[in-house]
Nanobody, 126 residues
Framework: QVQLVESGGGLVQPGASLKLSCAAS????????MAWFRQAPGKEREFVAR????????YYADSVKGRFTISADNAKNTVTLQMNSLKPEDTAVYYC???????????????????WGQGTQVTVSS
């Protein structure tokens, strides 16, 4: 198991930036990838971005490409999501997730992830 704790959420105005962090502990060496998902009220959980521990390969949802950047610090077992040019539609609870099983392809589906954090609220509003 991998334990995940997110931090960094908050209330910001449109166009602002915010950085989310995810601290991982436990069997982190056994995870293949880390990702951020988000869920807005009344909507399904949505993929945001993914990074593989080995090699650092990244993948983004089209809705955040060019605005968000996911990165990982293997030594500190942390994953961050830098969010720039935030829009009201980015408002959601953001979740960090760890995948313990290898899957080929984009690694963008919630069922591919085994451990989840408690979530952190991001609100973009003027």
């Amino acid at each position: 198991q991998v334990q995940l704790v997110e931090s960094g959420g908050g209330l910001v105005q449109p166009g602002a930036s915010l950085k989310l962090s995810c601290a991982a502990s436990g069997r982190t060496f056994s995870s293949y990838a880390m990702a951020w998902f988000r869920q807005a009220p009344g909507k399904e959980r949505e993929f945001v971005a993914r990074i593989r521990w080995s090699g650092g390969n990244t993948y983004y949802a089209d809705s955040v490409k060019g605005r968000f950047t996911i990165s990982a610090d293997n030594a500190k077992n942390t994953v961050t999501l830098q969010m720039n040019s935030l829009k009201p539609e980015d408002t959601a609870v953001y979740y960090c997730a760890a995948a313990l099983t290898y899957y080929p392809g984009t690694f963008r589906y919630p069922w591919q992830y085994d451990n989840w954090g408690q979530g952190t609220q991001v609100t973009v509003s003027s």
